[in-house]
């Protein structure tokens, strides 16, 4: 499988060109949670305008409107929706989205997550799209597809925050993007990292040099025991097993823009973002 996860980050000019090779996998869904946004304003600004809907989570719509330092600025960065219980939503912040035209829902239910609320919208949009695709064509159910076409099917997801702030929050976040691999490519974008969970299989993983690395591991979060064959690191390994309380991957270095990993189960694979110094 080929990934490039750092290609939602790209100016919107080539990730333009890139959408429009491959339709179905340019298309994704921004969700930012209530965590502050500290990446480079330029990825921010790029990663936005690259979305196909843009989705606050409870108090991330807080932070989007607080980033945002004056009205003309704050209207140009007007999310689709605004969802999740509303425990950290502040009240000014609701009413000047709502009184913008921005879908801002309510939803009371304490058994997910606010992340995992936007997530549920996310495969609203799924269903909207599969509905869509199939008129005039022969419908095709979800039950028949191989794991490979359902991903190429979803809406990929990318996540802004998630990781460096609490770590019990941190381990949630990772336990969400492990939910999704399942059924779409999710990408975990926090101020210095950039995460996705690689399922078993063989990966092609094309890197931005000029945004991300060189510092890179491969994490066996969710696994007991991983084996790994990689390619294009400083350090490369061959049927290396990996687990905690073993030996894990950290503070390896990318050589250039292309990895291949091949995992036998689960893993974190992560990259660091370049600083603007």
Known sequence: MKLHPSKCLESPEVYG?????????GRFALIILNQPILIQRHLFENVWRNATYRICADGGANRLHDLM???EERAKFLPDFVRGDF???RDDVHDYYASKGVAVEKIGEQ???????????????DSI???TAAQGTQDTTTATLSHEQ???QNLNVVVLGGSGGRFDQSMSSIHH?????RERHATLVSDESIIVVLGAGTYEITCNLEIEGPTCGIIPVGSSVAHLTTTGLRWDVENWETSFGTQISTSNALTGPNVTIHTDAPVVWTTELRSSN
Not at 177 to 181: A, E, N, R, T, W
């Open 17 to 25: 060109e890139y959408a429009s090779n491959a339709p179905n996998q």
């Open 69 to 71: 330092k004056t009205e």
């Open 87 to 89: 425990d950290s939503l």
């Open 111 to 125: 058994y997910s997550t606010d992340f995992m609320k936007c997530v549920e919208l996310v495969r609203e949009r």
């Open 129 to 131: 799209q599969s509905s």
């Open 150 to 152: 359902l991903l190429s």
């Open 177 to 181: 993007l492990y939910i999704l691999s």
